[in-house]
């Protein structure tokens, strides 16, 4: 079982930048494959960032590119997901997900198996 922690949410301003980290335990996930969701008020959860396990190939949703960056760090079992020039219809609930058969990049949340319980971030304009 891995429990998954989000943390780094928080309140900024158009432009602003975060940096949302997600730290795992239980076991080690080292060769699970990431993802970084976001569920805004009143709409789905939708996909934002993702990572692979071993070429740690990354894959971002159109709406977040350029200005969104998912990273790992395996030795501290900890995805990270830097945010810069954020806007207003940033603002969600972010959920980190991990799945155990991490070979390749995933987008679609019904395929990750650990989600931690998400972070807040509020941009106001």
């Known amino acids: 079982q891995v429990q998954l922690v989000e943390s780094g949410g928080g309140s900024v301003q158009f432009g602003g930048s975060l940096r949302l980290s997600c730290i795992a335990s239980?076991?080690?996930?080292?060769?699970?494959?990431m993802g970084w969701f976001r569920q805004a008020p009143g709409k789905e959860r939708e996909f934002a960032a993702a990572i692979s396990w071993s070429d740690r190939s990354t894959y971002y949703a159109d709406s977040v590119k350029g200005r969104f960056t998912i990273s790992r760090d395996n030795a501290k079992n900890t995805v990270y997901l830097q945010m810069t020039s954020l806007k207003p219809e940033d603002t969600a609930v972010y959920y980190c997900?991990?799945?155990?058969?991490?070979?390749?990049?995933?987008?679609?949340?019904?395929?990750?198996?650990?989600w931690g319980q998400g972070t807040q971030v509020t941009v106001s304009s």
């Open positions: 997900a991990a799945r155990r058969l991490g070979a390749g990049i995933f987008t679609m949340a019904s395929v990750y198996d650990y």
């Open positions: 239980g076991r080690t996930i080292s060769t699970y494959a």
